[in-house]
């Protein structure tokens, strides 16, 4: 007994220099120029959203456990005031291998513009429009560590359905996306068992990543007819297709020059088809003998089904701008667009940041749509939803 | 007899170091120098950095560093920021190599993302700080041509003072002037030349002690930049060594799980 007590005291005790909690907490403000194309629409949004993490490392950091959530409340857009478990993970580190089983985020790729290859977690598109954003996915992960590369196996129990705007916000189709009657080819529905598995190496100046997928599309398509959703109110439901997705991607580090490549071959709906992001950014170290840096970005994106693909960058170049300070305040300015080689279709966007004394930190955005023609069935309902945005967080 | 062995040996020993050229004395002192910091194996630090600008506003930047020796090239290191918060637990991965472009990664934990990046950018600043990339990274006796100047004082103690060149690309420096101790066969003052052969910065280095019997480690870093008059104190608050870390320590997974 008295053994067991030393024990729990040194369980309690010894790690607990390990045991920390730290996050941030955000004000947000988002304004739009023009008013939106539905009356039920603001101009004006305000926000606030935090995420503590707590973190326990343990048997000498070969073990850990984290925790993470996530809420923001929204001024107008019920469905943007929400709360996920963005990471709820044990980690157990072996001398060749790794295992996770919780809930994670997990990023595959090397591309700015677009995240072909990155399919394991939903998006959580309430939370920002450029699919940055991520809800946390249940997984169970192992690597596997070899000298010729790591490779992943990942098996997923549950699927998360994406986020979308509720009649009330911004940046959402005519009719809104009603969330709580989505459709799934699979009778498993949410409960239907993804697997995937990845092989990502470094070879000198390569790094490559090939992985496949078989599961669930966390791209829903959209029903094209409207249906009453559960307040009796007109919208569209999202259809979750099962797909297969076999994905490379590849960065060639040659000095100043990444050159990206990321390809994806999809099988969905018993189509197949192929996308791809391609470019390079190089950067300009040390302009007019200052300590900036100036980037130059330039990717195109391409998807060969055309005007039948379900994005709007089908044959698109995105070219980005991208200068960093260098200063104590790690400032930063990304001024980017993305522009259709088939119509008048643009979309710009500046982002920008500062770190203000020690625990603050201003975050700007603003994007804006120009010369989205009605052919275009992706952008056109957002042609009247530029806006900009300030955010200043406070981390702890 | 034996006063002419004696004789004659001193003669050949000082016609040898009559023969050396400034080159030769220069090499020589890295070679010793390096020799001397040879085995380290790895270890393990915790440093503050104080960045100062040009008005004497302060910024602080606390830092965990890990290092692992490699024979015959440039070191390993992974680097994991605690402050300032907002970039907590963004972790820095490097291979260096002598002549060769260096191997970099940085991790992003917001976005879980392992980046590759350009090793180019050599004299950019580390952290915003007075310390550029090429400063921090590991020193091996090939990256530099040397010149041996002369036996010098610098604060009391006996030094050689000798120029070295760096031969690596991207370098922002056409010099740098050391003051290398005689006894610890390491610098107290490094003065540094940037492209214009002007005098960009200089850094000093305090408070040396002596670990594992063998390895001098200063505990405290002062680098002055004489063209903007920001300054940065880098402290080093802890060296451990013998921790026993391999590569896999040092691989884009442990980069990943760095915290």
């Known amino acids: 007994?008295?053994?067991?007590?030393?024990?729990?005291?040194?369980?309690?005790?010894?790690?607990?220099?390990?045991?920390?909690?730290?996050?941030?907490?955000a004000l947000e403000y988002k304004s739009f120029n023009q008013d939106g194309l539905s009356s039920s629409q603001f101009n004006q949004y305000g926000s606030v959203s935090v995420q503590p993490e707590w973190f326990h490392e343990w048997d000498n950091g070969k073990q850990s456990l984290s925790f993470v959530p996530f809420s923001r409340w929204d001024q107008h857009d019920e469905k943007r005031t929400h709360s996920d478990i963005r990471e709820l993970s044990w980690l157990k580190v072996f001398d060749e291998s790794e295992l996770r089983v919780g809930v994670r985020k997990v990023f595959w790729g090397v591309a700015e513009s677009q995240h072909?290859?990155?399919?394991?977690?939903?998006?959580?598109?309430?939370?920002?429009?450029?699919?940055?954003?991520?809800?946390?996915?249940?997984?169970?992960?192992?690597?596997?560590?070899?000298?010729?590369?790591?490779?992943?196996?990942?098996?997923?129990?549950?699927?998360?359905?994406?986020?979308?705007p509720s009649v009330n916000g911004r940046l959402r189709t005519p009719l809104h996306i009603d969330t709580d009657n989505a459709i799934y080819e699979s009778?498993?529905?949410?409960?239907?068992?993804?697997?995937?598995?990845?092989?990502?190496?470094?070879?000198?100046?390569?790094?490559?990543?090939?992985?496949?997928?078989?599961?669930?599309?966390?791209?829903?398509?959209?029903?094209?007819?409207?249906?009453?959703?559960?307040?009796?109110?007109l919208s569209l439901r999202p259809i979750y297709y099962l797909m297969q997705q076999t994905g490379l991607d590849l960065q060639a580090t040659k000095a100043a020059w990444l050159w990206k490549l990321e390809a994806i071959n999809r099988r969905i709906k018993g189509e197949s088809y192929i996308a791809a992001t391609a470019g390079f950014e190089y950067t300009f170290y040390s302009i007019f003998e200052s300590a900036s840096d100036i980037g130059l970005v330039m990717e195109y994106l391409y998807d060969?089904?055309?005007?039948?693909?379900?994005?709007?960058?089908?044959?698109?170049?995105?070219?980005?701008?991208?200068?960093?300070?260098?200063?104590?305040?790690n400032s930063s300015l990304l001024f980017g667009v993305i522009a259709d080689r088939n119509d008048s279709s643009r979309l710009y966007s500046i982002e920008g940041s500062r770190r203000i004394g020690e625990s603050w930190k201003l975050n700007i955005?603003?994007?804006?749509?120009?010369?989205?023609p009605s052919s275009d069935k992706f952008l056109y309902p957002f042609r009247q939803d530029s806006f900009a945005q300030v955010e200043l967080a406070y981390y702890f | 007899m034996k006063g002419i062995i004696l004789l004659f040996s001193l003669v050949a020993?000082?016609?040898?170091?009559?023969?050396?050229?400034?080159?030769?004395?220069?090499?020589?002192?890295a070679v010793e120098a390096d020799k001397r910091d040879q085995s380290w194996g790895d270890q393990a630090t915790?440093?503050?950095?104080?960045?100062?600008?040009?008005?004497?506003?302060?910024?602080?930047?606390?830092?965990?560093?890990?290092?692992?020796?490699?024979?015959?090239?440039?070191?390993?290191?992974?680097?994991?920021?605690?402050?300032?918060?907002?970039?907590?637990?963004?972790?820095?991965?490097?291979?260096?190599h002598t002549l060769k472009a260096d191997e970099q990664w940085l991790y992003l934990p917001a976005l879980k993302r392992v980046k590759r990046i350009s090793s180019s950018n050599k004299s950019g600043p580390f952290m915003g700080s007075e310390f550029s990339y090429e400063d921090i990274s590991s020193q091996e006796v090939a990256k530099y041509k040397y010149k041996f100047i002369k036996d010098d004082k610098y604060n009391g103690r006996d030094v050689f003072v000798m120029e070295r060149y760096p031969q690596y690309k991207k370098s922002g420096y056409t010099k740098q002037v050391a003051w290398i101790d005689k006894e610890?066969?390491?610098?107290?003052?490094?003065?540094?030349?940037?492209?214009?052969?002007?005098?960009?910065?200089?850094?000093?280095?305090?408070?040396?002690?002596?670990?594992?019997?063998?390895?001098?480690?200063?505990?405290?870093?002062?680098?002055?930049?004489?063209?903007?008059?920001?300054s940065t104190t880098l402290l080093w608050k802890s060296y451990k060594f013998k921790n026993g870390y391999k590569s896999r320590d040092f691989d884009r997974n442990s980069l990943k799980r760095a915290r």
């Open chain 1, 365 to 372: 955005e603003a994007r804006l749509f120009e010369g989205v």
């Open chain 2, 13 to 29: 020993f000082s016609g040898a170091v009559f023969a050396e050229t400034a080159e030769e004395k220069g090499l020589a002192i």
């Open chain 1, 1 to 25: 007994m008295k053994n067991n007590l030393t024990l729990l005291l040194l369980l309690c005790s010894g790690p607990l220099w390990a045991n920390e909690w730290s996050g941030n907490i």
């Open chain 2, 184 to 230: 610890m066969y390491q610098p107290l003052k490094i003065e540094f030349y940037d492209r214009k052969k002007s005098l960009l910065k200089t850094l000093t280095e305090h408070d040396y002690k002596k670990y594992l019997n063998k390895y001098w480690r200063p505990d405290r870093l002062e680098m002055v930049n004489h063209q903007t008059g920001k």
């Open chain 1, 304 to 329: 060969d089904r055309g005007t039948k693909a379900l994005t709007p960058f089908e044959d698109d170049l995105m070219m980005g701008l991208r200068w960093t300070n260098n200063d104590e305040n």
């Open chain 1, 116 to 164: 072909l290859v990155d399919v394991i977690n939903q998006t959580d598109l309430v939370e920002s429009m450029d699919g940055e954003e991520k809800l946390g996915q249940p997984m169970i992960n192992y690597a596997l560590i070899n000298d010729w590369g790591t490779v992943d196996f990942f098996v997923l129990p549950y699927f998360r359905e994406r986020t979308f």
């Open chain 2, 46 to 96: 915790t440093s503050k950095m104080i960045l100062r600008n040009s008005q004497g506003a302060e910024s602080t930047r606390e830092i965990r560093g890990k290092a692992l020796e490699v024979k015959g090239d440039g070191d390993k290191s992974l680097i994991i920021f605690d402050t300032p918060r907002d970039i907590k637990g963004t972790a820095f991965l490097s291979f260096t």
């Open chain 1, 187 to 233: 009778s498993d529905k949410q409960n239907h068992v993804d697997y995937a598995l990845r092989w990502s190496h470094s070879l000198g100046d390569w790094d490559i990543g090939l992985s496949h997928f078989n599961g669930t599309s966390r791209d829903p398509a959209i029903s094209t007819t409207a249906t009453l959703d559960n307040n009796g109110a």
